[in-house]
């Protein structure tokens, strides 16, 4: 089945510094999301972004279908990004979402 | 739009109890998703419905585990006779077919 990998595991930023997630998937995914998820928070979905690149706000993803792999990009970090962020590719019939482990990101004043 | 509602947003039962955990997905998705999240699996897909029909149920545990989705307005995930290893959060989702899913808050569990 899809396998979805995330780096780095967690990272430390003082505020106003730039971050990039990377999220790499085995298989090829015609769909592809970034969730955002405060400790003991539900998850938000982010972005939605199968290739190309898709700007919100201070965050910005690249996805590159044919390597396997997307990109988040969180400028000018503020310390309420703080929390896990998570990418998820569809697969199956079902469209069924495998998720990473995901980012913990810590952003300190 | 007041998104995907999941109720109750925590539920303690004890050992052998049934629990029922109820999610209303919003207006118009044809989709319904639930998941199971806890520390050490991450976040593990449960069983799917379109168009209120179940489709995968692939993720579910085949003992104790059912779902059901009676309307296009609510779905209920039961657990019957509730053990310790059931304690997660359960999510449910909903979407247009194949597109951008939308999760609720979640439904805390712990079986004490």
């Known amino acids: 089945g899809q396998q979805v990998q995330q780096s780095p595991a967690s990272l430390v930023l003082q505020e106003g510094e730039n971050a990039e997630l990377q999220c790499n998937f085995s298989?090829?995914?015609?769909?592809l999301q970034w969730f955002y998820q405060s400790p003991g928070g539900s998850l938000v979905s982010l972005l939605s972004n199968p290739s190309g690149t898709k700007h919100t706000g201070r965050l910005t993803s690249t996805t590159v279908t044919k390597e396997r792999r997307s990109s988040l990009h969180i400028s000018s970090s503020q310390t309420t990004d703080s929390g896990t962020y998570l990418c998820a590719i569809p697969g199956g019939l079902s469209g069924k979402l495998t998720f990473g482990e995901g980012t913990q990101v810590t952003v300190i004043s | 739009n007041a998104g995907v509602i999941q109720t109750p947003r925590h539920k303690v039962t004890g050992k052998g109890q049934e629990a029922t955990l109820w999610c209303e997905p919003i207006s118009g998705h044809s989709a319904v998703f639930w998941y199971r999240q806890t520390i050490v699996q991450g976040l593990e897909f449960l069983t799917y419905f379109r168009n209120q029909a179940p489709i995968d149920d692939s993720g579910m545990p085949k003992e104790r585990f059912s779902a059901q989705m009676p309307n296009q307005s609510h779905s209920t995930l039961k657990i019957q006779s509730t053990q310790p290893q059931d304690s997660a959060v359960y999510l449910c989702?909903?979407?247009?077919?194949?597109?951008?899913?939308?999760f609720g808050p979640g439904t805390r569990l712990t079986v004490l």
């Open positions: 989702a909903s979407s247009f077919t194949g597109a951008e899913q939308f």
């Open positions: 298989s090829t995914a015609t769909q």
